[in-house]
């Protein structure tokens, strides 16, 4: 099902996710329905939406959901990051809670995710520069603490909106669609 997402300056995406105890529940596949449903909607409206995380459905659970163009959908239950590379790199972010805005902010290079699948097995899995994932994953993580990309901003001067942001820097962006693919 399709659902709202919390915007900027609802309190809830300031606060901390509970763990999910029972990764197989039926409540914790309806989530992860819903998280699908509604990042693919925000997809095909707008362009942009590679993941999303359970707070911004207002579900205060360690769940996000990932899809990735060309990739299989990726639910990861209680994901941890256990390990950061001491290297960093800045990058373009902008968030489905405020897609009018956009900013430069700072993430790791490298980290190593552990996480739950649908079964409850514990897997880990590391992530890079391929396919952006490892930018992806910290964002998705921080929603779970209550932690937004504009609290990471590396520079207010940075903070441009959405128009600006698709006239001056998207060509660069791997995040976004072209506008031509966009299904409406």
């Known amino acids: 099902m399709i659902r709202p997402i919390l915007q900027l300056g609802n309190p809830v995406l300031r606060q901390k996710a509970i763990a999910v105890e029972d990764p197989g529940a039926h409540e914790i596949q309806e989530l992860i329905q ?3 449903d509604t990042l693919a909607h925000w997809r095909a409206t707008t362009g942009y939406g590679r993941a999303i995380a359970a707070p ?4 205060l659970r360690r769940v996000i ?4 163009p060309g990739s299989e959908p990726w639910p990861l239950i209680n994901p941890e990051i256990i390990e950061r590379s001491r290297e960093t790199m800045i990058v373009w972010d902008a968030c489905l809670s ?21 079964k409850g097995e514990t897997l880990e899995c590391e992530a890079g520069e391929d396919r952006d994932l490892s930018e992806l994953l910290q964002h998705e993580i921080d929603h779970l603490d209550g932690v937004l ?9 940075t903070i441009c909106t959405r128009e600006e942001f698709e006239k001056r820097y998207r060509d660069a962006s791997p995040y976004a669609v072209a506008p031509s693919t966009i299904n409406i």
Request: glycine content about 2%; proline content about 0%; cysteine-free.
């Open 34 to 36: 819903d998280l699908a």
């Open 56 to 59: 911004q459905l207002g579900e």
């Open 65 to 68: 959901f990932l899809q990735i």
């Open 98 to 118: 405020f897609l009018s805005i956009f900013m430069q902010v700072e993430r790791h290079r490298q980290i190593r995710v552990r996480y739950q699948n649908l």
């Open 149 to 157: 990309a504009i609290d990471r901003v590396v520079d207010l001067k």
